[in-house]
T-cell receptor
Framework: GQQVMQIPQYQHVQEGEDFTTYCNSS?????IQWYKQRPGGHPVFLIQ?????EVKKQKRLTFQFGEAKKNSSLHITATQTTDVGTYFC???????????FGAGTRLAVHP | DGGITQSPKYLFRKEGQNVTLSCEQN?????MYWYRQDPGQGLRLIYY???????QKGDIAEGYSVSREKKESFPLTVTSAQKNPTAFYLC?????????FGAGSRLTVL
């Protein structure tokens, strides 16, 4: 079946360090979305990318969509304790009408 | 405020019992979804509905049932046929292809 792989599964960083999570699909995606789930909370939409090679920024967060539209990344510069949570990517494979979620990357930030 | 309301937030069930989780939205979205989340895992799609009176099975529909009699409501029944029902259940609706999630219902089978 369709799969979206996300790595790493878990990452510890010291506050102020950078963090990156990667998302890969075996098939071309028509779009990629990113969600954040705080501990004990529910996923909240962050951003959607639809164009090949697209880069979008939200303050310290940078999102990229690969040229082949098969991979994506989320980079956080100078992490803060408020960045703690699990970051999920979700993509829609071409010709498919459902979002497929990655397993998520759980980020822990130590002050 | 527009959003999705799930109830109950916590639910305990004895083995062999059916339980129904409520999901109501006032976002005027046509599409609604049920996901299951297990510790350390991503979101797995149980059922989805793109329009009233119509719904489709997701990836893990066995042991679950749904109805969509009203646009605002998409209840999920966890039946006794579900072998491992203890999990966090998330309801969502979508507008412009973006999912809005409810706060979730945590089901524990005793």
């Amino acid at each position: 079946g369709q799969q979206v792989m996300q790595i790493p599964q878990y990452q510890h960083v010291q506050e102020g360090e950078d963090f990156t999570t990667y998302c890969n699909s075996s098939t071309t995606l028509s779009n990629i979305q990113w969600y954040k789930q705080r501990p004990g909370g529910h996923p909240v939409f962050l951003i959607q990318l639809v164009k090949s090679g697209e880069v979008k920024k939200q303050k310290r967060l940078t999102f990229q969509f690969g040229e082949a539209k098969k991979n994506s990344s989320l980079h956080i510069t100078a992490t803060q304790t408020t960045d703690v949570g699990t970051y999920f990517c979700a993509g829609t494979p071409g010709g498919y009408n459902k979002l497929i979620f990655g397993a998520g990357t759980r980020l822990a930030v130590h002050p | 405020d527009g959003g999705i309301t799930q109830s109950p937030k916590y639910l305990f069930r004895k083995e062999g019992q059916n339980v129904t989780l409520s999901c109501e939205q006032n976002l005027n979205h046509d599409a609604m979804y049920w996901y299951r989340q297990d510790p350390g895992q991503g979101l797995r799609l149980i059922y989805y509905s793109q329009i009233v009176n119509d719904f489709q099975k997701g990836d893990i529909a066995e042991g679950y049932s749904v109805s969509r009699e009203k646009k605002e409501s998409f209840p999920l029944t966890v039946t006794s046929a579900q072998k491992n029902p203890t999990a966090f259940y998330l309801c969502a609706s979508s507008g412009a292809n973006v999912l809005t999630f409810g706060a979730g219902s945590r089901l524990t089978v005793l």
